[in-house]
Structures are given as structure tokens and as C-alpha cells.
């Protein structure tokens, strides 16, 4: 998308550019979004660098063309000028401001294409070198984390018995040694290895933070039963039907195809033993299950029709995972006389690798006020289907993903009932402390 703002202080020529960029978004396929200001004065009113290419009149009656550009160049220093002018004479100080370039009055669609397209040209240059800077950042951090990833040193804690000596050879016999990847490792896997050459140990993990990897074990007390610090269960969050079972610590109680409710035992912190008794301990681990949602929402098909644009500006966040970084303070509520754009961009990489990093951009235009009209029940259908898949979203969070989305709507007096009816693959686990019953 590319923001364009077009300062024209005589209305006839702001309709003939504004039809221009029309042309050229359908003969290049492009995505353009335009703001109009009537002089330079109504552009600096609160300026923010949010534009990528600017279209300055030279010659307007409050404050020219070039004190504008000036003024603008002292707060952005990104955007790109190209001045508008019956005179070349003035378009060439631009130079002192660093603008791209000037078309002349009356401007002709091929000279405006031309520059439009120039400009065009030298964003997506702008776009590489940054994805290029971000890809060699990303790089950086990648190779950091693999290190991170990676065992370098091991601290044995909680045996009294059983030397730190015959631990490390036992991990190291299943393959678990210096250079080893912490993703690598298996727990329930190599506690069943493990555990059969520790004869005087019950219990045994090994958690690897940053290169260190903490090994914890539980020594076997004759008489007693071995209890944990922390005892825990894991249980469903909500219902549905279970696809896969990784029990970490404890014992699992459903397996693949079973349907569970809300609050069901998942995982079990109370482990049989072979002699019969119980070893309490943490219950974890993850289950994966399809569930289903039905959300509703009701739009008024009856709207107050906007008069013209008066003023628009854009703002932006950032969401990465579930936190948003505001790049702007709080705002007050949209009144009716004011649309509201949100759009999310995905930070993606060359090939493909899509990171956990949304930018978010919040456009606000005020517009005057009009009177009531109905508006097509396509609209309303679109606008509450974008409210339901944004809360399916919220609700999903990082838990999950949405495999198949179904929207219906019915329209009901002056309102249209949207609903959507999604299923979804989600991990449903979640923790509680272990109690007696």
C-alpha cells in the first residue's frame, strides 16, 4: 500500500489528480491510498510522518509550496516531494529540500504516471534494502538462539546418593551430552531409557536454559512416597476432541479420539507404580484437540451516509505474540461522523517464514455529517464477518489455529445477525494444583 497525499489549492485539479491515481491504480494493479489538503497549512496541522509520497502545489495563497515542503522536511525526513507548478523555475530550488522531482501545469497523465511510477520505484527499493537489513538481523538472532538451544553445561540438583558422575553417564548413554539441542530432547522417552540404569532414582528431568542444562532428580526413599514441590494436574480449558496427547510429566488419561469437557483430567500429577502405590509429581504436557466455535454479531443495515472527507490521519502499533506496542497515546471515541480503517500487516520473510511480529495501521477519517440511508446487505454481511474472525482471533490466541470458517446471516428487522462457525485445532491443557480428590 502506498499513502499519498496530494496538496492542491484549486479544487478542479485535485479532481484531476485524484482521477489520475484512479487510472494508474488500474493500469498497474496498485494499491494507493490518497489524502487531500487544500493548502499547506492544513497538511502541517498536526503532521505526521505517515505519507510516502507527497504532490505539493507550488503556488497557494495561504503558505507556498516551498515553505511547506520546508516545514515538512524538518519532521520527515523520508517522504518524497514532487512539486506541482505552472513555473519550472520554482520546482528546481527543490533541491534544497530534496525533493524527487516536479510536474508542470496542466499536468498530463503520462508526466504524472511517470513520476508516480518513479517514486513507486524508488519505495520498493527503500522496502528491499530494509527487508535485506532485517533478514541479516534475523539471521543474527537466529544463530544466537541455536546457540542458546544448544547444551554446553550441566548442573545435577536434587540427588544425595547417586553421584552426579552416574547421572551424566546414563544421559550421555541415551545421547543426551555436550552439543546436544535442547528441541532434540525427548522427556518422557529419555526418562524411560533413563530411568531403567538408575536403579535408585524415581524421577528425572533435564531443562535447558539458555546453554545450561538443569538436571532434576528425585532419589527413590524406601517407605515413603516421593512427592514434588509442585503437584499439579492438567485439565481441558474447553471441550472437544482430543487429535494428540504429549504428557511431559505424569500420567495421561485420554488418548487420541477421545471427547472431553471443560475442566476434564487430561493429565494425571498421581503415576501408578509397579508395586502398586502412587508417586505424586507435576502434571504436564500439551493436548491437542478440534473444537468449535459459534460467535454472533449484529450490524445496522441503517447508516448515517458521511458527507466528504474533512481530515484523516493515520496511526500505528505493533503486535508481537499477544502484547501490542502503541506507537501513539490514548484516543478519544469515534464519533459517527468518523470511519475507522485497521489493517494488519504480517512481517514475513523473503521466503516465506512468517514471524510472530503484525504492524497495525489505524486510519481515522472525519467526514461531515449526512443523513440515514440503508446500506447493501453485502456490506454489513462483510463488515460483521471482519469483527467475527478478529474476536476468533482474540480467542484463539497462540493456542491454536482455525481450520475451516463458515459465515451465515439473516437479516432481522433493521439489523443483520451475522454468525460464524469455525473449527479449529487448539491446545486445550492447561495447569491446576493437584488436590485429593
Same mark, same amino acid.
Given at each position: !500500500?502506498?499513502?499519498v497525499a496530494i496538496v492542491e489549492d484549486e479544487a478542479a485539479v485535485r479532481d484531476q489528480l485524484m482521477g489520475y491515481v484512479q487510472r494508474y491504480m488500474r493500469q498497474y494493479d496498485a494499491q494507493i491510498e490518497v489524502t487531500m489538503f487544500t493548502d499547506g497549512v492544513e497538511i502541517l496541522e498536526g503532521y505526521r510522518p505517515v505519507y510516502d509520497i507527497i504532490f505539493l502545489d507550488v503556488e497557494m495563497q495561504h503558505l507556498d509550496g516551498m515553505e511547506t515542503a520546508s516545514r515538512i522536511r524538518? %519532521? +520527515?525526513?523520508?517522504? %518524497?516531494?514532487?512539486?506541482?507548478?505552472? !513555473?519550472?523555475?520554482?520546482?528546481i530550488k527543490g533541491d534544497a529540500v530534496g525533493a524527487l522531482d516536479y510536474v508542470l501545469k496542466p499536468v498530463p497523465y503520462f508526466a504524472f504516471s511517470q513520476q508516480l511510477q518513479k517514486a513507486a520505484g524508488q519505495l520498493a527499493r527503500r522496502v528491499r534494502r530494509r527487508y535485506v537489513l532485517l533478514a541479516g538481523l534475523l539471521l543474527t538472532m537466529l544463530l544466537v538462539l541455536e546457540g542458546n538451544f544448544t547444551i554446553w553445561e550441566f548442573r545435577v540438583s536434587g540427588n544425595e546418593t547417586v553421584p552426579d558422575e552416574v547421572i551424566l553417564r546414563a544421559l550421555e548413554d541415551y545421547g543426551i551430552t555436550i552439543g546436544t539441542r535442547s528441541l532434540d530432547i525427548d522427556q518422557k522417552d529419555m526418562r524411560s531409557h533413563v530411568l531403567l540404569e538408575l536403579? +535408585?532414582?524415581?524421577?528425572?528431568?533435564?531443562?535447558?536454559? *539458555?546453554?545450561?542444562?538443569?538436571?532434576?532428580v528425585v532419589e527413590r526413599v524406601r517407605g515413603q512416597a516421593v512427592v514434588e514441590d509442585r503437584l499439579t494436574n492438567v485439565v481441558a480449558r474447553r471441550p472437544g476432541l482430543v487429535t494428540r496427547v504429549e504428557a511431559l510429566g505424569g500420567q495421561a488419561m485420554v488418548l487420541p479420539g477421545a471427547t472431553v469437557t471443560q475442566g476434564q483430567l487430561l493429565i494425571s500429577g498421581a503415576v501408578d507404580l509397579d508395586n502398586g502405590g502412587l508417586r505424586w509429581q507435576r502434571g504436564m504436557g500439551r493436548v491437542w484437540a478440534r473444537t468449535w466455535y459459534e460467535l454472533t454479531a449484529q450490524v445496522p443495515l441503517a447508516v448515517s451516509e458521511k458527507g466528504a472527507p474533512v481530515s484523516s490521519r493515520t496511526r500505528y502499533a505493533l503486535d508481537i505474540g499477544k502484547k501490542r506496542i502503541k506507537f501513539y497515546g490514548k484516543g478519544s471515541t469515534l464519533g459517527a461522523d468518523c470511519d475507522k480503517i485497521i489493517r494488519y500487516h504480517p512481517v514475513t520473510l523473503l521466503w516465506g517464514l512468517r514471524l510472530p511480529i503484525t504492524v497495525v495501521s489505524e486510519t481515522v477519517t472525519s467526514c461531515g455529517g449526512g443523513t440515514p440511508v440503508r446500506r447493501p446487505v453485502q456490506e454489513a454481511r462483510d463488515e460483521g464477518e471482519a469483527l467475527l474472525r478478529d474476536r476468533l482471533t482474540r480467542l484463539l490466541a497462540d493456542t491454536g489455529t482455525a481450520e475451516s470458517v463458515r459465515v451465515d446471516a439473516?437479516?432481522? *428487522? *433493521?439489523w443483520l445477525t451475522v454468525t460464524l462457525r469455525a473449527e479449529c485445532l487448539e491446545e486445550i491443557g492447561r495447569e491446576v494444583p493437584l488436590t485429593d480428590d
Open positions: !500500500m502506498i499513502r524538518a %519532521l +520527515d525526513s523520508d517522504v %518524497l516531494l514532487i512539486f506541482i507548478t505552472n !513555473m519550472a523555475q520554482y520546482a536403579k +535408585d532414582v524415581v524421577w528425572l528431568a533435564v531443562n535447558v536454559k *539458555g546453554c545450561v542444562a538443569q538436571v532434576q439473516v437479516e432481522q *428487522g *433493521g
